[in-house]
């Protein structure tokens, strides 16, 4: 007979994890295990990493939540082992071999083909993807056995860097460094210079090193989470801000950020701007996102009294200051 579960009590939290994702987990996977690990009652993160991909992973908190959609725009950079001379199912490591070919290239063939990827490119998303496609992910179409129709995608590499190949020998490969816009493909990109380079080839390992403002060194692991203490855990997180680093900042007294709370659009000395971020002056606390236009704050996404107020309660320094500001 299996021992009873443990019901885990549930609380507030707000706030971002960087975490570093673990190799064989899939992002909800471990979104789900960090959220047991807080207690935290709601949580999401800010796009995937496949399960065989490690690396920075932001995962949203409470309040956090209502801000994730601003992360999914940002650039990212990943560090990418390419295996020559064979191709695979799924592009990655965790696909069946479908094709063996002799690794010929030069290392000046090597970095032609890398220049030819650089800026913008076109890329054709791979089948076992999570874009849908009437609805359904292409990967369960793949699962299925069926290949359907996808339109290329446009995407940027910023940069493509050689960090060390090996052309010789039993297991050839290309390590790079990718700098890229959203929507990029790793797995295809390593696939297409692999064809480039007339060998085939496919993704051994990836990590995503920056996402963003967030790189490795900030991350902190699932394994480092579980050995902290609760209130250890807690002080893992950034404050929700952190998600708007480069909207303008507007701040409001209590009276006018009471009126911005409730919707109402505020008048002032403001230039037009299309990412703001407001906060009330005394405590100073995030009260959510907003535009101007013609000297008019325009509210966006909001914070709620009682998420600010909780928010401020894990702050000691503010909390003599919790009612003026709620």
């Not at 007339?198 to 090193?209: K, P, T, W």
């Amino acid at each position: 007979m299996n021992a009873p579960r443990t019901r885990v009590q549930r609380r507030p939290v707000h706030g971002v994890l960087l975490l570093d994702k673990p190799l064989g987990l899939s992002s909800n996977q471990a979104l789900q295990k960090a959220k047991w690990l807080l207690r935290a009652e709601k949580a999401g993160h800010t796009g995937t990493l496949d399960p065989l991909a490690t690396g920075v992973l932001p995962l949203c908190f409470g309040a956090a939540t209502k801000f994730s959609q601003q992360h999914l725009d940002a650039d990212k950079v990943y560090e990418t082992t390419v295996r020559l001379g064979l191709k695979t199912s799924t592009a990655d490591a965790e696909g069946e071999v479908i094709q063996t070919r002799e690794v010929r290239c030069t290392p000046g063939m090597v970095v032609e083909v890398l220049d030819r990827f650089m800026g913008p490119i076109s890329q054709v998303p791979p089948m076992h993807s999570a874009l849908k496609k009437d609805g359904k992910a292409l990967y369960e179409y793949a699962r299925q056995g069926e290949t359907v129709e996808r339109e290329a995608r446009h995407v940027v590499i910023h940069d493509l860097e050689l960090l060390d190949m090996q052309l010789q020998g039993d297991v050839p490969f290309l390590r790079l460094r990718v700098a890229c816009s959203k929507g990029t493909y790793i797995r295809t990109l390593g696939e297409d210079i692999a064809e480039a380079l007339d060998c085939g080839g496919h993704l051994s390992a990836l990590r995503r090193v920056v996402t963003g403002p967030f790189d490795e060194a900030q991350c902190v692991s699932l394994t480092e989470l579980e050995a902290m203490a609760e209130d250890e855990r807690l002080s893992a997180l950034q404050p929700v801000e952190v998600l708007l680093p480069s909207y303008t900042e507007v701040s409001l007294d209590s009276e006018n950020a009471g009126r911005f709370l409730s919707g109402v659009r505020r008048r002032g000395p403001w230039v037009d701007c299309d990412h703001v971020a407001v906060y009330g002056e005394h405590p100073r606390a995030l009260l959510g996102t907003a535009h101007v236009r013609g000297g008019e704050l325009i509210p966006g996404r909001l914070l709620s009294p009682i998420e600010i107020q909780q928010i401020l309660e894990k702050s000691p320094v503010n909390e003599p200051l919790l009612a003026e500001q709620v």
